[in-house]
Nanobody, 124 residues
Framework: QVQLVESGGGLVQAGGSLRLSCAHS????????MGWFRQSPGKEREFVAT????????GYADSVKGRFTISRDNTKSMVYLQMNSLKPEDTGEYYC?????????????????WGQGTQVTVSS
């Protein structure tokens, strides 16, 4: 079965940057659309970014558009989230997820596989 492992989280000051990585265990990585979601205590999980299987299509939540960039390297079965100009409200646990069907989608229910999460904390 597909396993996802996130890394790269940490503590950063407002205005700083981080790059999150997600390793996908499957050999058919390019057949999955991928997404990043985040969750803070007391809040529901929210969509952050998504990318299609080929990498040709991507989408972002309005709150991160222009600051975050999602990318993937299908030769390495990796997906990344480059986060720039970080704000305290970006704080949360970040999860990568895989969606069968190759599509880029912000819909949580379309993702079948989820990683364990990596914590991002942005201080003011």
């Amino acid at each position: 079965q597909v396993q996802l492992v996130e890394s790269g989280g940490g503590l950063v000051q407002a205005g700083g940057s981080l790059r999150l990585s997600c390793a996908h265990s499957g050999r058919t990585f390019s057949t999955y659309g991928m997404g990043w979601f985040r969750q803070s205590p007391g809040k529901e999980r929210e969509f952050v970014a998504t990318i299609s299987g080929s990498g040709g299509t991507s989408g972002y939540a309005d709150s991160v558009k222009g600051r975050f960039t999602i990318s993937r390297d299908n030769t390495k079965s990796m997906v990344y989230l480059q986060m720039n100009s970080l704000k305290p409200e970006d704080t949360g646990e970040y999860y990568c997820a895989a969606s069968p069907g190759q599509k880029a989608t912000p819909k949580t229910r379309q993702y079948n596989y989820w990683g364990q999460g990596t914590q991002v904390t942005v201080s003011s």
